[in-house]
């Protein structure tokens, strides 16, 4: 039963990546004239994936189980979201408040090359530097064409 639920979670996964050349291979079949959708064209692909592991599951000579079939298909489908939303709850829902920049890193100080001084500085105290030095030391401005 196993089988089922890996062959069905890469069936998931590849949805996305097989659903584009199934669209265009579905387009030039002569006297076909079906315009799928976005959402038809997605349903088609995953049930077509679907069908293939359980084909494999049957050839492997696996127990198999729908229930673990549909299980595995949608998580490695929607896996990529589910991940996504346990990481960053606030990033996956596209909010503007969002300020993480998908770097995973412990929290506390990072040691930071330089000299002596700036040695034990905090990655905030290095921000706040850089941006004081961009504001006392504007860069002169471009010279028009006009004052040319």
């Known amino acids: 039963m196993f089988a089922s639920f890996l062959f069905a979670l890469m069936a998931g996964f590849v949805t996305p990546y097989v659903e584009r050349p199934l669209g265009d291979a579905l387009g030039r079949i002569d006297g076909m004239a079906l315009w799928l959708g976005v959402q038809e064209l997605r349903a088609i692909t995953f049930g077509a994936m679907l069908l293939l592991a359980a084909l494999l599951v049957w050839l492997v000579g696996a127990d198999s189980s729908a229930f673990l079939l ?10 990529k979201d589910i991940v996504a939303v346990l990481r960053d709850p ?3 829902a596209g909010k503007d408040d969002d300020n993480w920049d998908g770097e995973i890193a412990a929290p506390g100080t990072r040691r930071t090359l330089g000299t002596d001084g700036e040695a034990g500085a905090t990655r905030e105290e290095e921000t706040l530097r850089a941006v004081q030095e961009a504001v006392q030391s504007p860069e002169p401005a471009p010279e028009k064409e006009s004052e040319k």
């Open 70 to 79: 549909v299980l595995g298909g949608l998580l490695g489908l929607f896996g």
């Open 90 to 92: 606030a990033g996956a």
